[in-house]
């Protein structure tokens, strides 16, 4: 029982946010994962954050984003 009270909970990434580059993972991208200037950190959501790790996965995938600026 302590055990779950410290050891970091398993998550997974799905395997859909992966696919292709969302609007999320650029802001994320163009953020270059910094958390504290994300819209959904903005939003107080209660859940840990697997974008940065999802925008490596694309970028092995998929190459760099197509950015509009």
């Given at each position: 029982?302590?055990?779950q009270a410290i050891l ?62």
């Open positions: 029982m302590l055990n970091p909970k398993h998550t997974e990434i799905s395997c859909s946010i992966t696919k292709n580059w969302t609007e999320q993972a650029i802001e994320c991208y163009k953020l270059n994962g910094n958390c504290s200037e994300c819209s959904i950190r903005k939003a107080h959501y209660s859940f840990d954050c697997q974008m940065p790790k999802v925008v490596e996965i694309l970028k092995l995938m998929n190459g760099e984003p197509e950015l509009d600026d």
